[in-house]
């Protein structure tokens, strides 16, 4: 709500959207300096087959600020993508899963798992970003096929024809693609077919309910099904019980994430797990 006064002069008298408006632009400017200040940090949730074996992880940001203590994704994804901010945030995140593929890369209990990695469409985008990856996996030895980047429906379909030479050329290192949030945005089977993607991954929207809504279990049955017959591999996040898992399993899921297995945790914790 804002009192228009002469041309091009806005004056907010609404003292709710004032003080939003100043906490946001502290956020922006305390979010501008948390890498410097080593305030950003990767937690990491399993992802699992259907014996539950440990195929690798999610890396999943946080923040740890002195006095907000610990701020999720949610809080403050939205606001560095509209400053840009996300763009070296995401060349932290990249760097530092890569770094951590490497460091177990050298142990034969951990060499086999994978990292998936969020990748923001205004990240994606650049003009540069086969090359930034390509960096960070030249500088950090990672192990290329351990990396997966997940974009979403919305990323991908910005632009189609860019997307898929992008993808082409981040496979050609031996990156793999996973489509996150899958089910929630519009992609056509048509350009799902040309996507060179490696997994699909089924909303936790579609998992939340699938033992007591028939809908969205039909809805999870198709994905499944279309999934397999595309030749991709297919995880399901979100799962909290083993009766969603068993019913997922039931119709041909084979790759879990979710609270029944573990919430995303800081690095030690899952060393501890891995021991
Ligand atoms: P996402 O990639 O879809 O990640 C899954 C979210 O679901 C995570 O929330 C995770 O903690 C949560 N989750 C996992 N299992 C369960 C479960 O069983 N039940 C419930 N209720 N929730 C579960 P988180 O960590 O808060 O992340 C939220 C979103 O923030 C992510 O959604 C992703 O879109 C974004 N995000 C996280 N890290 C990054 C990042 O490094 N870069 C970018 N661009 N986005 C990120
Ligand atoms: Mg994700
Ligand atoms: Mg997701
Ligand atoms: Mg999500």
């Not at 501008?32 to 992802?47: C, N």
């Not at 809080?75 to 530092?96: C, K, R």
């Not at 997940?150 to 496979?171: G, H």
């Not at 399993?249 to 919430?263: E, I, P, S």
Request: overall charge negative; aromatic content about 8%; proline content about 4%.
């Amino acid at each position: 709500q804002a009192k228009s006064e002469g041309r091009g002069n806005l004056r907010f008298f609404d003292p709710v959207i004032q003080a939003r408006l100043e906490e946001r632009i502290a956020l922006e400017s305390e979010l501008r300096l948390a890498i410097e200040r080593d305030q950003l940090e990767l937690f990491y949730q399993v992802q699992v087959d259907e014996n539950d074996r440990l195929q690798g992880v999610e890396a999943l940001l946080r923040w740890r600020h002195p006095v907000r203590g610990l701020v999720p994704p949610a809080a403050f994804i939205g606001l560095a993508e509209e400053s840009g901010l996300i763009l070296p945030i995401g060349h932290w995140v990249l760097e530092t899963a890569c770094a951590q593929l490497l460091a177990w890369a050298g142990d034969a209990r951990t060499a086999q798992l994978s990292i998936a990695v969020n990748v923001s469409a205004r990240q994606f985008r650049q003009d540069d970003f086969v090359q930034q990856v390509g960096g960070v996996l030249e500088r950090t030895g990672a192990p290329p096929r351990r990396l997966k980047l997940e974009l979403t429906e919305s990323t991908v379909l910005e632009d189609i024809e860019s997307t898929i030479v992008k993808m082409k050329a981040l496979r050609a290192f031996g990156v793999r693609f996973s489509m996150d949030d899958f089910g929630t945005g519009y992609s056509s089977l048509q350009y799902l077919k040309r996507l060179p993607l490696d997994q699909l991954k089924i909303d936790q929207a579609f998992v939340r309910d699938i033992i007591d809504d028939a809908d969205d279990a039909v809805i999870v049955q198709a994905i499944i099904a279309m999934s397999h017959a595309l030749g991709l591999e297919v995880i399901a996040e979100g799962v909290e019980t083993r009766e969603q898992q068993q019913l997922l399993g039931q119709q041909g899921c084979r790759f879990f994430q979710g609270y029944l297995f573990g919430k995303p945790v800081p690095l030690d914790e899952l060393a501890q797990r891995l021991r």
